[in-house]
């Protein structure tokens, strides 16, 4: 099993929707969590990181968290096509300060 | 905002020759890191370092060696640099283990 898993993807959307994003890891002492967008040819991009169980809202996006199913996942409300990108789960675990990245799922939002 | 600055965009070195990569961060972080990142394998780490002259190896530390004389500068050294060398390298700074990570512009380095 991989330590970070994301939906695969690519994901399609069309302008204006949610797009939904999500993310499995395997250490359940987990305790801090990334999202970072990546668009092609550039380094990522922090965009949401989240603590604590529930939800963390931000503009648009919103980050959920449950430990318990150890699960993250990221929305983008009323998705435009600046969006599109490469998005980036990352965790950091009990190996302290071990940043692990999922593969990324690529998001297209098309007009 | 957290600048990360790296001194090269784009770099060509051939096989065998010794290849500093250069990262700078102005936040006074005190943990700076070091990936590659290649299409399909994604993000990994090669070193990190918590503290000024401190270093810990990441997951792929294999060829390469680190340097942190200053703590705002961190480099990467290829000693003797091979093909499967030739990636995109990125660097980031964090103030703590547990917080955020930044990264800068990435180097694509090609290895010839």
């Known amino acids: 099993q991989k330590e970070v898993e994301q939906n695969s993807g690519p994901l399609s959307v069309p302008e204006g929707a949610i797009a939904s994003l999500n993310c499995t890891y395997s250490?359940?002492?987990?305790?801090?969590f990334f999202w970072y967008r990546q668009y092609s040819g550039k380094s990522p991009e922090l965009i949401m990181f989240?603590?604590?169980?529930g939800d963390k809202e931000d503009g648009r996006f919103t980050a959920q968290l449950n430990k318990a199913s150890q699960y993250v996942s990221l929305l983008i409300r009323d998705s435009q096509p600046s969006d599109s990108a490469t998005y980036l789960c990352?965790?950091?675990?009990?190996?302290?300060?071990?940043?692990?990245f999922g593969q990324g799922t690529i998001l297209t939002v098309h007009p | 905002d957290v600048k990360v600055t790296q001194s090269s965009r784009y770099l060509v070195k051939r096989t065998g020759e010794k290849v500093f990569l250069e990262c700078v961060q102005d936040?006074?972080?005190?943990?700076m890191f070091w990936y590659r990142q290649d299409p399909g394998l994604g993000l990994r780490l090669i070193y990190f370092?918590?503290?000024?002259?401190?270093?810990e190896k990441g997951d792929i530390p294999e060829g390469y060696s680190v340097s942190r004389e200053k703590k705002e500068r961190f480099s990467l050294i290829l000693e003797s640099a091979s093909t499967n060398q030739t990636s995109m390298y990125l660097c980031?700074?964090?103030?703590?283990?547990?917080?955020?990570?930044?990264f800068g512009d990435g180097t694509r380095l090609s290895i010839l």
């Open positions: 980031a700074s964090s103030s703590s283990l547990n917080q955020p990570q930044h």
């Open positions: 250490d359940r002492g987990s305790q801090s």
């Open positions: 989240i603590y604590s169980n």
């Open positions: 990352a965790v950091i675990g009990t190996s302290y300060g071990k940043l692990t």
């Open positions: 936040m006074d972080h005190e943990n």
């Open positions: 370092s918590y503290d000024v002259k401190m270093k």
